[in-house]
């Protein structure tokens, strides 16, 4: 069995392990076990998520994404800016712009000298949106969110975890499942949010599809004009940004900007 080399990364404290792919992997390290051991905090590398950067045809890389459950799942934002980071590190692309192919198609992204990272998020048609009242939506932004506006204090002790749980594993959500965000509107107009997601099964301390979910989740509840704005959002690990462009029945140009940083590197 070959030794495996990874590089340990996080955006604002969504944490990943990244391998590079290109020049062939062994069978071993696409395992559904053998990735949950990886992700597993106490026995392995500890991650909410595991990523292959691999060649594409069409794009400088495709990135191949498991949650730590070790499954495969869909579009994940923050770990679409980090492996954008890190191929940007490798070489690929230009000038800081790079192109890839993930779950849910074709993304484009780009590298700041300082590091941040924007990625381009797939339009949002307002019919694909679903809202049952003014406190909570369903959006999928590359990954299903269930977005809740919460009228009680923003208190860290509330206990998402019990109330994700009645949501992502109820009749309607438990065989595929759902992301499930807790938002507070703050006095400035940004927004604080907190995830549950599935696949990790456990809260995170940032979501880059929840936050593109909740800012245009929000954007819907505010019944915004036409025009482009920008979102700020407060997670528990950091501070990030959606910026997007609403014209009356979609979301299009979004973009979520964040901090990308390499942690540490190993062999296993």
């Known amino acids: 069995m070959q030794r495996l080399s990874f590089v340990k990364y996080q955006g604002t404290g969504n944490d990943f392990i990244l391998v590079d792919g290109r020049k062939g992997l062994d069978?071993?390290?696409?395992?559904?076990?053998?990735?949950?051991?990886?992700?597993?905090?106490?026995?392995?590398?500890?991650?909410?998520?595991?990523?292959?950067?691999?060649?594409?045809?069409?794009?400088?890389?495709?990135?191949?994404?498991?949650?730590?459950?070790?499954?495969?799942?869909?579009?994940?934002?923050?770990?679409?800016?980090?492996?954008?980071?890190?191929?940007?590190?490798?070489?690929?692309?230009?000038?800081?712009?790079?192109?890839?192919?993930?779950?849910?198609?074709?993304?484009?992204?780009?590298?700041?000298?300082?590091?941040?990272?924007?990625?381009?998020?797939?339009?949002?048609?307002?019919?694909?949106?679903?809202?049952?009242?003014?406190?909570?939506?369903?959006?999928?932004?590359?990954?299903p969110h269930y977005v809740s506006f919460r009228e009680e204090p923003d208190d860290s002790d509330w206990d998402l975890t019990s109330f994700a749980h009645s949501i992502r594993y109820n009749e309607t959500h438990a065989k595929v499942g759902i992301n499930v965000n807790a938002v507070w509107i703050l006095e400035d107009g940004s927004l604080k949010v907190r995830t549950y997601e599935r696949g990790v099964e456990d809260e995170t301390y940032s979501c880059g599809t929840g936050v593109t979910a909740c800012a245009l989740a929000y954007a819907l509840k505010e019944q915004r004009k036409l025009g482009s704005y920008s979102q700020v959002l407060h997670t528990p690990g950091g501070l990030l940004k959606v910026h997007y462009h609403w014209d009356g029945w979609q979301f299009d140009r979004i973009l979520l900007e964040g901090p990308a940083e390499l942690v540490f590197s190993g062999t296993v």
């Open 27 to 143: 069978a071993h390290w696409y395992q559904e076990s053998v990735i949950a051991q990886l992700c597993d905090r106490r026995f392995g590398i500890g991650a909410d998520g595991y990523m292959v950067l691999e060649t594409s045809d069409e794009a400088d890389f495709h990135m191949h994404y498991c949650n730590s459950d070790g499954k495969p799942s869909s579009m994940c934002g923050n770990g679409g800016r980090c492996i954008t980071h890190w191929a940007h590190s490798l070489g690929l692309g230009t000038n800081g712009h790079l192109r890839f192919t993930a779950p849910d198609g074709l993304h484009a992204a780009w590298v700041s000298e300082q590091g941040s990272v924007r990625l381009a998020m797939h339009s949002v048609r307002a019919e694909q949106a679903s809202v049952p009242n003014e406190a909570t939506a369903i959006l999928d932004t590359g990954s």
